[in-house]
């Protein structure tokens, strides 16, 4: 990772936290606030479900009373009294009592619970109702939760009722007069209070429910959303029955609240992250402009350009650090052409002196020959013709020693720079084997050239002749005898092209010599070849590498960049 993207990753993570710090608080407090509005919501519902109980309570408990001190009741007891009251008539009196007021059950009955008539459930009438008798043994006038058992018309169901009772002046009877507890009073409360109702009885047993109360979502059980909470109301006891009504909210709502709490928080802290980013990339550009510019020129540097030089404007100690650097440079540069002027002076005086000893071997047979013919001249010997033809022959081959001397030298000096263009390699091989369509005798040539063979920029005559170069050495390592094997292949970026002879190989004291001018093993050779063939392979961004093994040959490869990977 860059020096910038670690600064603009810095200062976005520093910014991230003063936010997160600052939103963090808000968000409990909103997550508290949402919680307790819940709560109050739902306080606010089991209070609604308390008072409806409380207003069905009283209505049942005045309904009692007025059945008790009414006409109707005393008419029954007439009618009971004198004998035309027949079980029918009884029984459909308390049923129009029940419709007169919209009760859920009405009743007259004995003291000790025998019903005289009822309207919930009319035959019973002449029997102990087991609900009723619980009710009187409690005070009467009192709203209490029993079971009671009624007729539907798919039968008989037990139904949770809120009932009070009341005696009658005379005769001794007791009105009884009910709400019943059932779904649709669910429904309605659960309508009332907008969540979920569910009417309990002894034991926990839910006898009616309606509406709901749905969970949060999985996202808003993550960020804190509770389940739904209950609140249970309590009917009033001691009574005949345990009962409780229980009055729950949906928490959707909460959930989504803190969803969007959440979103909203995250948002924030995203917004504030990328203008921190922003700003923090803008700064640290700024910060790290002149060290990239730094970072650039000290890699031209390494690659050999001693002019590179930083123009990015700094201040303070990144602004001293350039100005170093670029007097660095400049001194750099002021050495490194004094050293090469240097290394100029010291390269020709070793090529003049290595010429001198080359033009001085020749000589001296030469100057030798020459002083023969002169004494045997002065001496009038009878053999001079004949001496005349040897030294002559002598001095002719000297000369022709000293014009090949002079000729590579002249090479070796004027090598012009290489004109680089694409050559598609396999090309380049074609026109290469194509002068050697036979080895010389007695010598085998071997080719492994691919089809296919990258294309490097190279100038195709000096390449050609480093190649003919290598190939002809090759020959004349291999001797009468022998075999030459030309290969060609791709490798890391390379075209290689590697020439294998079958001779002695080469001493490893003389394989560091063997580019140097005027070194060579041969008696006839000018030590010119090889070095000519490195200067060229190195113009062209390449290398030539040795392999070899004294008595098993040796293997020279010239390796040049493919095009577009490297240059010169």
Wanted: proline share 7%; with cysteine; hydrophobic share 50%.
């Amino acid at each position: 990772m860059t020096l910038r993207a670690r600064l603009t990753l810095a200062f976005a993570l520093f910014a991230a936290l003063p936010v997160a710090a600052a939103l963090l608080p808000l968000a409990g407090a909103l997550s508290d606030a949402l919680g307790q509005e819940y709560r109050a919501r739902l306080d606010e519902a089991a209070r609604a479900a308390e008072a409806e109980l409380g207003r069905l309570g009283d209505e049942a408990v005045q309904a009692a009373r007025e059945l008790a001190a009414g006409p109707e009741l005393a008419a029954l007891a007439r009618d009971r009294e004198d004998g035309s009251l027949d079980a029918a008539d009884a029984a459909g009196r308390a049923a129009a009592w029940m419709a007169a007021r919209g009760l859920g059950a009405a009743a007259a009955v004995e003291p000790g619970g025998r019903v005289i008539s009822s309207g919930h459930l009319p035959g019973r009438a002449g029997d102990v109702d087991p609900g009723i008798a619980a009710l009187l043994a409690s005070p009467a006038g009192r709203p209490l939760p029993c079971l009671l058992a009624r007729a539907t018309p798919a039968g008989v169901e037990e139904v949770l009722f809120l009932a009070a009772w009341a005696p009658a002046p005379e005769p001794p009877l007791r009105a009884v007069a009910g709400v019943a507890l059932d779904a649709r009073f669910a429904a309605r409360l659960a309508d009332l209070a907008g969540g979920r109702v569910a009417v309990r009885g002894a034991g926990g047993a839910e006898l009616a429910a309606a509406g709901a109360a749905g969970a949060p979502s999985a996202l808003g059980r993550l960020l804190g959303a509770p389940p739904p909470q209950v609140r249970a109301v309590a009917l009033p006891a001691p009574g005949p029955v345990a009962a409780a009504v229980e009055v729950s909210l949906p928490a959707t709502g909460l959930g989504r609240a803190l969803t969007g709490a959440a979103l909203v928080f995250l948002g924030a802290l995203a917004a504030g992250s990328l203008a921190a980013s922003l700003a923090g990339h803008l700064l640290a550009r700024r910060i790290t402009r002149p060290l990239e510019a730094l970072r650039a020129g000290a890699a031209a540097v390494a690659a050999g350009d001693l002019s590179a030089r930083v123009d990015a404007e700094a201040q303070g100690e990144v602004g001293e650090l350039v100005r170093a650097f670029n007097a660095m440079t400049a001194d750099l540069g002021r050495v490194a052409a004094r050293a090469a002027a240097a290394e100029r002076v010291a390269a020709w005086r070793e090529v003049a002196r290595r010429l001198a000893h080359e033009v001085k071997n020749p000589l001296t047979p030469v100057a030798m020959s020459v002083e023969t013919l002169r004494e045997a001249w002065a001496r009038r010997r009878p053999e001079f013709g004949e001496i005349f033809e040897e030294g002559t022959q002598a001095i002719r081959e000297e000369v022709r020693r000293l014009a090949r001397i002079v000729d590579e030298f002249g090479r070796f000096a004027r090598l012009p720079a290489p004109e680089l263009v694409p050559a598609p390699g396999r090309e380049l091989l074609d026109a290469f084997l194509a002068l050697y369509p036979e080895a010389p005798p007695g010598i085998t040539l071997e080719r492994e050239v691919p089809a296919s063979l990258p294309v490097v920029r190279a100038d195709r005559d000096q390449i050609l002749q480093v190649l003919h170069n290598l190939l002809r050495n090759a020959f004349e390592a291999s001797g009468a005898r022998g075999a030459v094997r030309i290969a060609a292949r791709e490798e890391a970026g390379e075209l290689v092209v590697a020439i294998t002879d079958g001779g002695p190989g080469i001493r490893p004291e003389d394989r560091d010599r063997l580019f140097e001018p005027y070194f060579t093993t041969k008696e006839a050779g000018t030590g010119l070849g090889l070095a000519i063939s490195d200067r060229i392979v190195r113009e062209h961004g390449g290398r030539i590498e040795v392999r070899s093994e004294p008595g098993r040959g040796a293997t020279f490869e010239v390796r040049l960049p493919v095009s577009g990977s490297a240059g010169p």
